[in-house]
């Protein structure tokens, strides 16, 4: 069964980078056609998606952060990582690490869901 | 602000069935399937519903979705204790080229 595990620091400071690394365990980054996603949810807020990454690298992220958040994946640790520059206090926040698993339904396609979730791991950024 | 909207917060009682709805618009909702997650604090997000209205293996058939247009809902049928939590529901948004999601409904069984 896949695993999800966030780590990372827990403190960062204002205008640092936040990096957060997210191990898969019990499957393989390199396997099946799917994408792995990084979300966030800050306190009394939503859940924000942040962006997401193929095996092949192919990433895509969220037009708001798109500027700050760089996403990568290594397949031989078996693990993609993200990347958020400039942060502020509004970077604080819960961050999870999902699986994008694509399926395929007859007569409508290929489609997306996120099958798999990290329990999160909590940063603040603060001096 | 949720790109989706649910209700904040719903409720029943052990056994009475509850719906959770979920709006959104034709970039998301009416265009792409919806799924749902149940969230408790510091758990990992499960997978209740995908595909509209898919069932993972292990979600008990009391948990149902269906999609109309626009609008998603979840029910909750012969609700017991443990289906106090937060319920989300996801779409992809074309206009985004993202996920978005709903605030969350927190369920609370009375």
């Known amino acids: 069964q896949v695993q999800l595990r966030e780590s990372g620091p827990g403190l960062v400071k204002p205008s640092q980078t936040l990096s957060l690394t997210c191990t898969v365990s019990g499957g393989s980054v390199s396997s099946g056609p799917n994408y792995w996603s990084w979300f966030r949810q800050s306190a009394g807020k939503g859940v924000e998606w942040v962006g997401r990454?193929?095996?092949?690298?192919?990433?895509n992220y969220n037009p708001s952060l798109k500027s700050r958040v760089t996403i990568s994946i290594d397949t031989s640790k078996n693990q993609f990582s993200l990347m958020v520059s400039s942060v502020t206090a509004a970077d604080t926040a819960v961050y999870y690490c999902?699986?994008?698993?694509?399926?395929?339904?007859?007569?409508?396609?290929?489609?997306?869901?996120?099958?798999?979730w990290g329990k999160g791991t909590t940063v603040t950024v603060s001096s | 602000q949720s790109v989706l909207t649910q209700p904040p917060s719903t409720s029943g009682t052990p056994g009475q069935r509850v719906t959770i709805s979920c709006s959104g618009t034709s970039s998301n909702i009416g265009t792409n399937s919806v799924n749902w997650y149940q969230h408790l604090p510091e758990t990992a997000p499960q997978l209740l519903i995908y595909f509209n209205n898919q069932r993972p293996s292990g979600v008990p058939e009391r948990f149902s979705g269906s999609k109309s247009g626009t609008s998603a809902s979840l029910a909750i049928s012969g609700l017991q204790s443990d289906d106090e939590a937060d319920y989300y529901c996801?779409?992809?948004?074309?206009?985004?080229?993202?996920?978005?999601f709903g605030g969350g409904t927190h369920l609370t069984v009375l």
């Open positions: 990454i193929s095996a092949s690298e192919t990433s």
């Open positions: 996801v779409a992809w948004d074309d206009g985004l080229n993202g996920w978005v």
């Open positions: 999902a699986r994008d698993r694509r399926a395929y339904s007859y007569g409508y396609g290929y489609y997306y869901y996120m099958d798999v």
